[in-house]
């Protein structure tokens, strides 16, 4: 097994090493480390906001990478339009998901909402907590007029 000087501290470690035993500093071997997983942002912006910006996994210091933009993609999101893991947005799609106006997800949290658990005002899902909710447990008719009625574009219903 081959030493090498940390890029960090300067001490000697393995050049298989994940973190170094002296500082901390991940992949210690190599000369420059930008931490794992992806991140990608849209050239168009609108003032200091991507237009798109895509981002997964973690940062050179270890911070988690956090989706910020119009259209935002990532396990953590922020945006207008959100699908994520874990969201907030507009319209939001994620598997922990709020909504300002629309929600699908696992969890689902908004004004209109869709997934296994939803809270909102008009809910449709396996448990909802909402004004106007269609589950297993609640059947208002009004809840599942409003879902019937929504824009085709949302792919869902589509009889206006």
Known sequence: ???????????????????????????????????????WKSAASVGEIPLCHIAFGRDSKG????????????????GVITVAQFGVGILTLAQFGAGALFTIGQFALGYAVIGQVAVGYYALAQIAVAEFGWSMYTRDPEALEFFRSLPGWLGVGGRG
Not at 70 to 75: F, L, M, S, T, Y
């Open 63 to 78: 911070k988690r990478r956090v989706a910020k933009g119009i259209v935002a993609i990532g396990q953590y999101a922020v």
């Open 1 to 39: 097994m081959a030493l090498t000087r940390c890029r960090e501290c300067g001490n000697d470690v393995s050049e298989e090493a994940v973190s170094c035993p002296h500082c901390g500093a991940p992949y210690p071997s190599r000369a420059e480390w930008k931490g794992r997983g992806f991140e």
